[in-house]
RNA sequence: GGUCCGUUCGUCUAGGGGUUAGGACGUAUCCCUUUCACGGAUAAAACACGGGUUCGAUUCCCGUACGGACUACCA
């Protein structure tokens, strides 16, 4: 085996990656680049009903977002290809027979019919039907039927599967790299299925060869394996291979209620469990995605690295880079990590924040037409989404409709209505503009008339913007520009009479 | 049902035989501020239960309860 770290993440292309399955990504990805070590992508196409056009495209797509780099495999290329597994179909078939050279396998030619109506008798009688050592002595398989007759069989190219022969008392036991020694007997597992009658192989013999030919060293996935790694255990010891080490990642669980995060939870919750948008190209529907709603990758593996993970110090906010120095596998919780949505928004808050006005700006495209820079610099403390800041600053562009009338009715008064007025003509004939000289002429003004600036910033603000509050109203005014702002002034007094 | 895995504030978690059980999100209050937000401060808030082991268990062991995963010719 290598000594370098290898690791990979194989997800099957059956529709959006799940943003569990980013987690595990960024897992394997973390690990890799913490040990100097290698991150590979491998494709597990091997059922072909469940194929989805668009899948692998997506995959490719939304790790690229987070920023999680292959080195090897699928989009990387490397000494393996090809790193699709539905174009390795040939090889599994090789080592398939090779375990039933050596007694490990056999073929059987069971129909899934005959094994549901198995399945059945056994389920009436109050047990659950398994392919052991027990039940194959009285099915139809390469240990029961005449030699010749098998022979017969295959020559005649009945339809048949390859089944591991696993030992009927034997103490199977490995040690996870999160969860420490786990023990299972053999009779616990049934005759796993290795070889499909379409001659794909099932993800057990797929993934234990594939990871021993690609040389991974560490095999980091999600909980929901952890049952049948004593299978891939027993797979290895037939073949007579070194194991990888298992880490087997604890869950994202539904953020109420029980259970594994769904992508019922998504429509429930108002919020994304994809990284990505994704149409589903059969029905049409369409889930969101994290990128769309706003959140930023750093944000997103921030959140995501904290969800079962955390480096034992007081540090909330990791660059990607911080993460990769901090990380290791011993660190990871054991139990399922609830999904709260409130704390990524936190993380994309904070990241916003972070960000120059220029990039958030340019995040923004030409959703904002003028003066970019200034209005992200005007909201962006105050958002928690990028997008927010151009539907905060419709205002600037757009007069009000009409005044908060508490405000108005409140706090609208001949005094203020003096102010306006005088400040609308100091305005006309001052030189530059902008949020200083607004704010100078509006003292002056105030001054001179002996009313307190307390008295008229609020209502102020509701003649300029409509609104009772906001962001920074000087800064505001510089944007709207002279020309508006004493335009908007002079609406308000012809709109408020207070005669 | 069976097998396996798990259980510290509402949530993410730190810790670990003797601690005022720490941090973050969220919540509440206060301060800052022309407003709102940001920011700052403060507060409420947790070791599932029962037995052991021990001078002493939240921490170690065993049960119980609860939760989860798996139980396909799906991954």
Do not use: C
């Not at 094994?115 to 240990?143: H, P, V, W």
């Amino acid at each position: 085996m290598s000594d370098q770290v290898r690791v990979r993440f194989a997800p099957s292309p059956t529709g959006a990656l799940h943003i569990g399955g980013v987690r595990t990504a960024l897992y394997n990805y973390l690990f890799a680049r913490k040990m100097g070590g290698k991150m590979l992508l491998r494709i597990e196409d091997t059922d072909q009903n469940r194929f989805v056009p668009g899948a692998e495209a997506y995959i490719l797509e939304a790790l690229k977002w987070v920023g999680i780099e292959i080195d090897e495999g699928m989009g990387a290329g490397g000494p393996h290809e090809p790193y699709r597994q539905s174009e390795r179909k040939p090889l599994y078939r090789d080592y398939a027979e090779a375990l039933i050279a050596n007694g490990k396998a056999y073929y059987a030619f069971d129909t899934t019919d005959e094994l549901d109506a198995m399945r059945q008798t056994f389920e009436s009688q109050g047990s659950a039907f398994q392919y052991n050592a027990i039940t194959r002595t009285r099915l139809k398989n390469s240990l029961t039927l005449p030699a010749d007759e098998v022979k017969a069989k295959l020559a005649a190219g009945e339809p048949y599967v390859i089944r591991l022969k696993v030992p009927a008392k034997e103490e199977i036991r490995f040690q996870d790299l999160i969860r420490d020694w786990v023990n299972v007997h053999s009779s616990q597992i049934d005759d796993k299925v290795l070889l499909k009658a379409d001659g794909m192989p099932t993800y057990h013999l797929a993934n234990v060869v594939d990871d021993h030919l690609m040389d991974i060293t560490h095999v980091i996935r999600g909980e929901e394996w952890l049952p049948s790694a004593p299978l891939h255990v027993l797979l290895y010891q037939s073949f007579g291979w070194e194991m990888p080490r298992f880490a087997h990642l604890p869950l994202l669980l539904k953020p109420e209620g029980n259970g594994k995060l769904s992508k019922r939870d998504a429509d429930l919750g108002g919020f994304p469990v994809f990284p990505l948008e994704w149409k589903d190209p059969s029905t049409g529907v369409v889930s969101r995605g994290f990128r769309e709603e706003g959140y930023l990758p750093e944000a997103t593996i921030n959140f995501l690295a904290f969800l079962g993970w955390n480096p034992g110090t007081e540090q909330e906010m990791f660059t990607k880079e911080e993460l990769i120095e901090a990380f290791s596998l011993e660190k990871i919780h054991k139990a399922g990590a609830r999904f709260d949505i409130a704390k990524a928004k936190w993380f994309n808050q904070q990241y916003l924040k972070q960000r120059s006005d220029e990039s958030v700006a340019a995040l923004l495209g030409d959703a904002l037409p003028a003066h970019a820079a200034a209005i992200v610099h005007l909201l962006k403390d105050r958002v928690t989404f990028p997008q927010e800041i151009v539907t905060q600053s419709r205002f600037l562009f757009e007069a009000p409709e009409q005044y908060d009338e508490q405000v108005i009715a409140g706090k609208w008064n001949a005094d203020v209505e003096g102010v306006v007025r005088a400040y609308a003509e100091a305005l006309a004939t001052a030189g530059t503009f902008n949020a200083e000289t607004a704010k100078e002429i509006l003292h002056q003004v105030t001054d001179a008339k002996g009313v307190k600036m307390g008295k008229v910033m609020q209502p102020l603000r509701v003649v300029l913007t409509g609104a009772p509050a906001g962001p920074d109203l000087m800064l505001s005014m510089e944007i709207m520009g002279k020309e508006e702002v004493i335009a908007r002034l002079e609406t308000a007094l012809t709109r408020l009479q207070t005669a």
